[in-house]
């Protein structure tokens, strides 16, 4: 027998044990975009690397060292490596923007999307080579008002996903006017330390001072003197950042103001801020993170509109929500209709589409097998209710069993749905 193939390093299988959960996730995802007024998108899972190096900066570790390259097999040489699976869905999200004209559109686009991203980095606990995200847009809104609706949109999620202990930090990072002096604070302090940096840290002290502060190994105590953003603020950044606490405070939202949430990804301004369980710190920690990107859609080729959103990882809410011992089911009870008469087996599949037809989740046991068999593997199966059928029985009438009591009573089928909601 040959070796079996085993999937990528990195990459996972959803099973169907872990079905239910994400289901339910995904589910919420859904729920809230539509509650909240958004609109779903779709882009493609690949775009061409310019858009992730002209959108996501050159220096960012996404387009540095964690590109998944696609080379066309058909294409000619100079067609090969053009494009690159997306490591996030902001900067899709944008070109499509652009590309659609929904610049022209009325109002801010508030667009959503719930799909796969792909990271070359080195896999560990919560860090993936693909993984999923949740992700929400809102372009051309300047705030602050929605900075503070998408934070309070994704305390919900957790809420709702029975994620508890959640907190938002928070910061501003500024904007064209000011980041440039910040900038400047930066290098001449770290400049002075650079012997107690890493090489990493070096390296982005040259390319992104900023991202010095998020590095993985940074001395606490270097970090804990470093300048700080929220001093270098502009008027007009300041102003908009102090109106965004002041939001928060009022829908009662937990958040923190920490000045190393600077994001990874160039196209920050303004309000940046991540998710976490509270105490719960580092880079594959985060539960899900954006920002306001008011210069990203002129950088891509548009006339100056602001942005701001978030993408929130599902693989690391469903870890989140199992680790917390939160039982997160979808759908319907499963029903199993199972039957002693061998010979009516129409009469089960009849039955089955029936109760289907109603909405309702069913597995059919098509089997010859004696009926306490049937439903002891009803309840292998996670069946809570049995539908036992019987010709024997009045035109009409099925037996329901709870599985979980151990009950039974006769019942008319069409009573079925509403007896097993109840
Ligand atoms: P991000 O912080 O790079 O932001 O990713 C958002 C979330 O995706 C993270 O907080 C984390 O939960 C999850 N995530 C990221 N990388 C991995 C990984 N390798 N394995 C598992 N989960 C991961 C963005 O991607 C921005 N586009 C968010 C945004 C939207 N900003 C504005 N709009």
């Known amino acids: 027998m040959s070796r079996p193939v085993s999937a990528p390093r990195g990459t996972r299988d959803l099973l169907p044990k872990d079905g239910p959960a994400w289901s339910r996730v995904e589910e919420i995802a859904r729920d809230l975009s539509s509650r909240y007024g958004f609109d779903r998108i779709e882009t493609p899972l690949f775009e061409r690397i310019e858009l992730f190096s002209r959108g996501l900066g050159e220096s960012s570790d996404a387009v540095e060292k964690e590109m998944f390259r696609v080379s066309g097999a058909a294409g000619g040489v100079e067609e090969q490596s053009e494009w690159a699976l997306r490591p996030e869905p902001t900067v899709g999200i944008v070109r499509a923007y652009l590309e659609h004209g929904m610049h022209v559109l009325p109002g801010p686009q508030r667009l959503w999307m719930i799909g796969p991203m792909f990271r070359y980095d080195r896999p560990q606990a919560g860090r993936f080579r693909q993984f999923v995200q949740w992700d929400v847009e809102v372009i051309g809104d300047p705030g602050p008002m ?12 957790y809420a709702e996903a029975g994620v508890t202990d959640v907190i938002a930090y928070v910061n501003s990072i500024g904007d064209a006017t000011c980041r440039p002096g910040y900038r400047a604070a930066l290098i001449e302090y770290f400049g002075a330390h650079e012997a107690r940096l890493t090489d990493d840290s070096r390296r982005r002290l040259r390319v992104n001072p900023l991202r010095v502060l998020d590095g993985k190994d ?27 606490q002041a939001l928060l405070d009022d829908l009662g939202v937990r958040y923190e103001v920490d000045n190393r949430i600077v994001r990874g990804l160039d196209y920050y301004t303004r309000t940046t801020f991540e998710f976490f369980v509270a105490g719960r710190r580092g880079q594959q920690q985060a539960l899900g993170g954006g920002g306001r990107y008011d210069g990203l859609v002129e950088l891509l080729g548009g006339s100056s509109t602001p942005g701001i959103g978030f993408g929130i990882g599902i693989d690391r809410t469903v870890l989140a929500a199992a680790e917390q011992g939160v039982t997160l089911t979808a759908g319907t009870p499963l029903i199993a209709v199972v039957g002693a008469d061998t010979d009516a087996l129409a009469f089960r599949l009849k039955v089955a589409a029936i109760l289907r037809e109603e909405g309702l989740r069913v597995r059919v046991d098509g089997s010859s097998r004696k009926l306490g068999r049937q439903l002891e593997s009803a309840a292998k199966l996670g069946a809570r209710f049995a539908v ?35």
């Open 218 to 244: 940074l001395d606490p105590e270097l970090a804990a003197g470093a300048p700080r953003s929220a001093d270098h603020l502009c008027d007009a950044c300041r102003a908009h950042f102090a109106a965004v």
């Open 146 to 157: 929605v900075d503070a609706e998408i934070i309070e949109l994704g305390h919900r999620f």
């Open 388 to 422: 036992l059928v019987d010709p024997l029985l009045a035109d009409g009438i099925v037996i329901l069993r709870d599985l979980e009591a151990s009950e039974q009573r006769e019942i008319r089928l069409d009573e079925v749905p509403g007896a097993i909601t109840m």
